[in-house]
């Protein structure tokens, strides 16, 4: 069984995330009383340490990230050269 992802909101609103293949193997079960819904996730998986780092350098979207210079989000405050390769890798 897969676990599923916590994500969590500028409100620090929680939502769970669940694989696909976890929502179909639920549903396979006959699970009614928990439904869970596959939603992507915008950040593939990146560390939510990261994450939190880049919302608070106004880097708020997955693709404001993408699209930044590898020198500004170095700049950003706990990311470094292999928190640099694991947003490059996951965006």
Known sequence: MAEPTK???ET???TVVYAPSEVRRLMAAGNTTEAPIATPDPWNGLDRKLIDGLIA???DTPEKAAEAEDAAL?????IGEKGLA??????
């Open 86 to 91: 694991a947003i490059r890798e996951a965006l």
């Open 7 to 9: 994500l969590y909101d």
């Open 74 to 78: 170095l700049a950003v405050k706990g």
């Open 57 to 59: 350098a106004e880097f």
């Open 12 to 14: 620090g609103a929680e």
